[in-house]
């Protein structure tokens, strides 16, 4: 469906918990008994979202995967008609055991979060010494099948030194590693001085050449690729604050309570539930929400804006 300014909004992020086994130190702190929705009523939401126009769903949080019933719910996703793609991000902590039984489900991508190569940062940004396990769920989703796109969030002074690293994952493996930049953190807002730029990266790794995605890559609104001779995978940047991509912002976010969210940038929110077992006006709401989605995002000017990212899953 086109929005007020002329995007199709096609792509719903559902964040299905607050809760995360992990508690990176930028991200927020977790609410343990906030209400978490369903998968029945994700499914009904979703539906009437596939009735706006929504064809593509990645499952967020929080830590999709310790939700116990995350595979019933990509189930219940896949059935949907209009849906044609399910990705989910996730830290990767539970995915060995989840990589096959998500991919038999319907999830055909998967974005691993993984901010450092070392076991000693992996802990001190994460809170818990399970870098092996990532790595290992990492090969336990190539092995599988799964096209896999490993997610990192650069900090100045923490783990700036690290990108090159980082970057060499997509050097011998299909994998893309993407960058992204540091929004403002949920309890004191503004960290500008611990950002590092995609244009710092792209002047620092001068043999990436740019890639020319076209209008058909969904990800083309928000991440721009890069090649590098040699490398099987892609390099992506992800730019909100530096390069805001608004303009071409073709998403809209599921909370795990129920409410959505217009935009990432804005705290405002919708509570859906009230109409949950009523489609039409479930999805005539919908289409007012999405008709409400504001023009860009607040993250320069109004910190105080920001809604922990444990909530919307990024
Ligand atoms: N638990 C899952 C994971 O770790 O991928 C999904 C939720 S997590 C909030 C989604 C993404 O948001 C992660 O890649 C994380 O690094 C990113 N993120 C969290 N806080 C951020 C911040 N302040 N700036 C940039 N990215 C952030």
Redesign the pocket.
């Known amino acids: 469906m086109i929005d007020n300014f002329g995007r199709d909004i096609n792509y719903l992020r559902v964040?299905v918990t607050q809760r995360?086994?992990?508690r990176?130190v930028?991200?927020?702190t977790e609410i343990p008994d906030a209400k978490e929705i369903s998968a029945n009523d994700i499914s009904k939401i979703v539906s009437a979202f596939a009735k706006c126009g929504i064809t593509k769903v990645r499952l967020?949080?929080?830590?999709?995967?310790v939700r116990k019933d995350i595979v019933d719910i990509t189930k219940k996703i896949s059935n949907i008609d209009g849906i044609k793609k399910i990705a989910i991000?996730?830290?990767?902590v539970l995915l060995s055991d989840y990589a096959k039984p998500l991919q038999d489900a319907g999830i055909s991508v998967v974005?691993?979060?993984l901010?450092s190569l070392n076991r000693e940062r992996y802990k001190k940004i994460t809170g818990f010494d399970l870098l092996p396990t990532v790595l290992e769920s990492i090969d336990v989703a190539e092995k599988v099948g799964m096209k896999i796109r490993v997610?990192?969030?650069l900090i100045k002074g923490e783990n700036e030194d690290e990108a090159e690293d980082i970057l060499n994952l997509a050097k011998d493996r299909k994998i893309d590693v993407r960058f992204?930049?540091?929004?403002?953190?949920?309890d004191t807002g503004s960290?500008e001085k611990l950002i590092v730029t995609g244009d710092e990266l792209i002047k620092k790794f001068d043999f990436l050449e740019k890639i020319d995605t076209g209008n058909s890559n969904f990800e083309k609104s928000v991440a721009r690729y890069y090649k590098a001779e040699g490398f099987k995978g892609r390099i992506g940047f992800i730019n909100?604050i530096s390069d805001k991509f608004c303009d071409g912002c073709n998403r809209i976010r599921l909370l795990s309570d129920g409410k959505i969210r217009p935009c990432l940038g804005y705290d405002s929110s919708v509570d859906i539930m009230p109409f949950i077992d009523d489609e039409e006006k479930l999805t005539q709401e919908i289409e007012k929400i999405i008709l409400s989605k504001p023009n860009g995002h607040s993250f320069n000017c109004e910190y105080g804006n920001?809604h922990?990212?444990?909530k919307?899953?990024?």
């Open positions: 964040s995360c086994n992990l990176c930028y991200c927020g967020t949080g929080g830590e999709p995967l991000t996730t830290n990767g974005n691993i979060s901010d997610n990192t969030v992204i930049e540091l929004m403002p953190f949920s960290n909100p920001f922990a990212m444990n919307i899953g990024g």
